[in-house]
């Protein structure tokens, strides 16, 4: 959603105007995405079990949609451990099925011997700022300040629609337009 993504911007602005130094630390809005699961994929015959894995819970995601949008709100902003800055999802309705989709994803990937999702809770989010982006940043920045943000700790940032899941790749070239390179996508309602 281009409100979405022209608020995150206009903090991201705000923050580096603050701290210039942050400007390295910044997701391009090309690049914006929740995580559902990650996983470890070493092989190319690992990479098409997954890509087999994210058709196989199609179904099982539409179910839980029952045929509705699944309309998700993005409000506020929060950290991990001052080395992530992030978008919040509002807590609601729609927020708990995209949980139970986290889920259902995991066990059909784990199904499949992909171990996916582990030892880390289901935290949706949208992440606009790292410091592990830069190596450099991170011998000179070691955590980013709260304060550099305060004013939009409460700010609605909109909404998007849930309509594709796709699987990413970490390590493989960025498409132009930024995202990440997508081995496999599945659009929900088709």
Not at 121 to 129: E, G, K, R, S
């Amino acid at each position: 959603s281009p409100q979405l993504t022209g608020r995150i911007q206009a903090v991201q602005d705000a923050i580096t105007q603050k701290d210039p130094r942050l400007s390295k630390a910044m997701v391009r809005a090309g690049s914006f995405h929740v995580t559902m699961l990650l996983m470890h994929l070493a092989t190319e015959e690992e990479i098409n079990i997954a890509v087999g894995a994210l058709s196989d819970s199609k179904d099982f995601v539409e179910d839980l949609l029952k045929g509705k949008p699944l309309d998700l709100s993005f409000e506020g902003i929060d950290h991990f451990r001052n080395a992530v800055g992030f978008v919040k999802l509002a807590d609601n309705d729609h927020t708990a099925v995209l949980k139970e989709i986290a889920e259902t994803l995991k066990k059909v990937f784990q199904e499949k011997g992909i171990v996916a999702g582990e030892g880390r809770a289901f935290i949706p989010h949208l992440t606009f700022m790292k410091l592990s982006k830069s190596a450099q940043l991170q011998k000179e920045v070691k955590k980013i300040d709260c304060r550099l943000y305060e004013e939009f700790k409460s700010l609605c940032f909109g909404e998007e629609v849930l309509h594709r899941l796709d699987l990413c790749s970490m390590l493989k070239k960025k498409q132009p337009n930024g995202y990440y390179y997508c081995e496999s996508s599945i659009v929900l309602g088709e």
